[in-house]
């Protein structure tokens, strides 16, 4: 089907599905979800939090149309209390998730060299390097072990605060605020005023860097702010988002590692021939439903028609992502895991404007766990039924809170 170019007389509205959005561990994907793309390719939604009901669209085509059409918005988000997952939101002004173009372009170009080909390349060697201390460490205490403490969490940490330039002293900061601001667990108090104290924090750096010739994000958002190309609001307001979602990795990579652990046999697939390894990542992160529900909504900036349905200008529309990479038109048999999928256009790191920036860094990242974990731990195994591995509660992006592993 495709997207009508004129607008027609609008179907009968879709009733409001309400979708509670539970904690679901393993890799299952959630069951609401896989109803609501059989009962349509528009439908309206009603989450936890926020206030009156929103439009969610499934299919890849239309998802891709709205990520990138500017007849939808993020910047209208931040005087409407949306329907949404998270109990708390209180979006800062000028934040880069909540900015159009041709501010949110002018402000994504300030730290773009850092996340191009060349500058996630340039922190690759060091990457390798953190990830073989911990994977030493790893060895040396021996079985059985907790993956995602030894290994998960603390090398995304490392990784990412590399790129920002935040001293090797401050990441056990950096990550306590980080799981306090993704968490629904904590409270509103604890997670604003975790963020608050990041916040600060790279007000501070970033100030202390103005004029930098540095490559980090915080040293060229330093530049840019020299040069009055951004503001200290906005370019601390994009620190906050890149460093939070720096650590994303840790929860995507447990999920990567919990369903290989519980597929042996793709696992020793991947570990007898490296050469489809990048493939296979590609896969596995269109398969594995990395977050809870769906992300930040856009608002409908005129009346728009998808398949016979009117969106009228201020409704709010979500995409979702996860069920764009189930949709059997573009990626046939879509609940099979397919390692040599061909072409793969998932959108595991989003589309458009909006586009996932860490992306790149992301699947360096998998590349060196994948590698590292499958070449130097022969026999890594679960050390627990898979039923007994915890997936942390209320938390946004799903993932293990541990894993229990023995080689």
């Known amino acids: 089907m495709t997207i009508e170019e004129t607008l027609t007389e609008p179907l009968p509205l879709p009733p409001v599905r309400h979708w509670p959005a539970a904690d679901l561990t393993g890799t299952d994907f959630d069951p609401v979800l896989a109803e609501l793309m059989t009962e349509g390719p528009v439908t309206r939604i009603q989450l936890a939090n926020g206030e009156g009901w929103a439009w969610l669209v499934t299919r890849y085509d239309d998802v891709r149309m709205v990520a990138n059409d500017p007849r939808f918005g993020r910047q209208a988000v931040m005087d409407k209390q949306v329907t949404r997952l998270a109990p708390h939101f209180i979006p800062d002004r000028g934040a880069v998730g909540f900015l159009d173009p041709p501010d949110h372009t002018r402000l994504r170009r300030s730290v773009a060299a850092a996340f191009t080909a ?8 060091r990457a390798r390097a953190v990830l073989d201390e911990l994977v030493d460490e790893l060895l040396q205490d021996g079985p059985p072990a907790d993956l995602t403490g ?6 995304p940490i490392a990784v990412i605060c590399e790129l920002m330039g935040v001293p090797a002293a401050d990441r056990p900061s950096m990550h ?3 799981q306090l ?5 904590h409270g509103k108090e604890l997670s604003e005023k975790a963020k608050r104290e990041m916040s600060a924090y790279f007000s501070d750096l970033i100030a202390l860097r103005e004029n930098s010739t540095g490559e980090d994000v915080t040293s060229l958002l330093g530049a840019a702010l020299g040069r009055q190309e951004v ?6 307001g994009l620190a906050v988002l890149l460093q939070i979602g720096g650590e994303a990795v840790t929860n995507n990579s447990g999920q990567m590692f919990y369903l290989l652990l519980t597929r042996p046999e793709l696992a020793e ?8 390894r990048r493939r296979a990542i590609d896969e596995l992160l269109r398969f594995i439903p990395h977050r809870n529900a769906v992300g930040l909504s856009r608002i409908a900036l005129e009346d728009v028609e998808i398949h016979g349905v009117r ?13 764009a990479n189930r949709d059997p038109e573009v990626f046939p048999d879509p609940e099979t895991i397919d390692v040599t999928r061909s072409p793969n256009p998932h959108v595991a790191f989003g589309f458009g404007p909006h586009y996932c920036p860490g992306g790149m860094l992301a699947r360096l990242e998998s590349e060196l766990l994948v590698d590292a974990l499958l070449d130097r731990v022969p026999g890594l195994r679960l050390a627990v039924d898979p039923a007994q591995v915890p997936f942390r509660k209320g938390a946004l992006i799903r993932g293990p809170a541990a894993l229990p592993v023995r080689w």
Do not use: M, N, Q
Request: overall charge positive; aromatic content about 8%; charged content about 20%.
């Open 269 to 276: 697939r991947l570990r007898s021939d490296p050469g489809i």
């Open 231 to 236: 503001s200290l609001e906005e370019a601390v």
């Open 181 to 185: 601001i993704l968490s629904s667990a």
């Open 176 to 178: 306590t605020w980080t």
């Open 118 to 125: 060349k500058g996630v390349e340039r922190i690759r060697h």
């Open 150 to 155: 030894a290994v998960l969490s603390p090398f």
């Open 311 to 323: 969106i009228r200008a201020g409704d709010a529309v979500y995409v979702s992502y996860l069920a």
